[in-house]
């Protein structure tokens, strides 16, 4: 076997080959490229990319703490487990951020590189394990968080391209003063600095962990609780408002309705104060002084008394004597004088066999009975049989009203009786002399 000449030489003569060929391979052109563009001429399309014909990678998402509270972050880690010759690419979801690791925070944004997308490890098995952590921070008090749904693209080795999209979730919100002994202020400073320090607005001291270390967030969290928020209880609100509008417009029609039920309120009539005797004395006084007999209104006369001596009985015993007919007011006063005759018979003790007996007797001679039957038979043949009486006949019937009006009116003194037996005999006179 002959030796290779020396390196030198050996150099100098396969340079000496190489450069025209790669000259030639330069002039040359390659088969299947385009020309040089023209101006004018259309941009080359860009072909899709092919679709991935392997297994995709074997995905699951977690995220603690579970439940989780008001303001406090929610740490979302998304594994991928995929053969080396597959590459993952994680987008953040959308209403996500990035959690950064201590060293990411202490550097400036600028600097600042996503702890999520360098997170690759391999497993025994020979697979890579890439983890992509992201956080949720609920800003409302609702029941629960959404998760939003993460896309994973891998790309393989041969230029296929696949996605795998994990389904997002929701995790369950914990009530902020849930188990809380003592629910009194909290005092809120940086996580990792003393209150002191944070009262004063110093910065942290060098060596002190950073504020967005997860641990040390989740123990400023788990000592201080986090930043409580003021909530409108609308369905409470609502409800207070419709009962508030239900009742001041309750109230509103009430004072509406009283208003126009007082205007349409009909005036009662105007009620004499004066005793029925007075009233009816005054009346026959006024009668008497127009002298209407003299006059030839004689018709016209009788009808006034009638109505004067009926007034003075509707009045007196409480019927209404100025709507009924003469009959219905006898058959009204024989019954009024029978149950004070009976009163005053019962009073005695006597038997309901000597009552019979005594009662009908003492209707018979009853003065105010026969002077007011009298009185409304003569003053309706005179009103309704054209009997045309003389004016001495109307002096009498004028007298005989004020008789009617002596013998029933109210006394004086309660002790003295009126319109019963006594004025039998007492008003046997003015009831003859009336006749």
Known sequence: MSRLPSTPAFCLVLAGLVTPAFGLAQDAPVSGASSPSTPGSAPPSVAPPRPAVGPPPEVSLACAPEPVMVGEPLICTLTAVHPETVSIAVPLPAGAAEVLSIADAARSPADGESAAAAATTRRPDGRLETLRRFQVVPQEPKRTVKVPAVKVIYTEATGGVGEVEVPGRKVPLKRLLENVENPAFRTFQAPGQPPAQASSGAAPAAG????????????????????????????????????????????????????????????????????????????????QAESLPEQGRMKEFYFRLSEIVRAYLEKRYAFAALEMTSDEIRARYRALRRGVIE???????????????????????????????????????????????????????????????????????????TGGAASTAGGAAAAGGAA
């Open 343 to 417: 009163g005053e018979l019962g009073a005695r003790g006597l038997s309901a066999p000597e009552l019979a007996l005594l009662i009908p007797e003492r209707l018979g001679q009853d003065a105010a009975l026969i002077a007011v039957e009298d009185f409304l038979a003569e003053t309706d043949w005179v009103k309704f049989a054209d009997f045309a009486p003389s004016e001495s006949a109307a002096d009498t019937a004028l007298r005989a009203a004020r008789g009617i009006v002596a013998l029933t009116r109210e006394a004086d003194d309660p002790a003295t009786p």
């Open 208 to 287: 002190a962990p950073a504020s967005g270390d997860p641990e040390v967030r989740a123990r400023f969290v788990a000592a201080h609780g986090p930043v409580p928020f003021v909530t409108t209880n609308w369905p409470a609100l609502i409800a207070a408002i419709v009962l508030g509008g239900g009742l001041l417009g309750t109230l509103i029609t009430v004072a509406v309705s009283r208003w126009l039920a007082a205007r349409r309120r009909v005036v009662a009539p105007w009620v004499d104060p004066r005793p029925a005797h007075v009233i009816a004395l005054a009346a026959l006084d006024a009668l």
